[in-house]
């Protein structure tokens, strides 16, 4: 079955990095797009990034434009996230996302929590 596994949060200085990952397993990772999702307290889940298959496009959030980085590795079903200059606001529960549009389903992991705090 399908199962996403995100790692590499933490508690983090303003105007830190981070990397998150998310192992991904249970389905043939090269054939879908992936996203990057959080949820900050007391706010609903928004999409932050999301990546093609194949790693020939990204999108962005205004609000993590300029700071986060989206990638994947295909041969070892990894997605990433590289957090720069992070803020207060950033603080949030990260998630991994597979949206799989033949089945129409989407799937999640766990979750990471990122603290972003002096």
């Known amino acids: 079955q399908v199962q996403l596994v995100e790692s590499g949060g933490g508690l983090v200085q303003p105007g830190g990095s981070l990397r998150l990952t998310c192992a991904a397993s249970?389905?043939?990772?090269?054939?879908?797009?992936m996203r990057w999702f959080r949820q900050g307290p007391g706010n609903e889940r928004e999409l932050i990034a999301d990546?093609?298959?194949?790693?020939?496009?990204?999108n962005y959030a205004d609000s993590v434009q300029g700071r986060f980085t989206i990638s994947r590795d295909n041969d070892k079903n990894m997605l990433y996230l590289q957090m720069n200059a992070l803020k207060p606001e950033d603080t949030a529960v990260y998630f991994c996302?597979?949206?799989?549009?033949?089945?129409?389903?989407?799937?999640w992991g766990h979750g990471t929590q990122v603290t972003v705090s002096s």
């Open positions: 249970g389905f043939t990772f090269s054939y879908f797009n």
């Open positions: 996302n597979l949206f799989n549009n033949f089945e129409m389903k989407d799937y």
């Open positions: 990546i093609a298959n194949s790693g020939a496009w990204t």
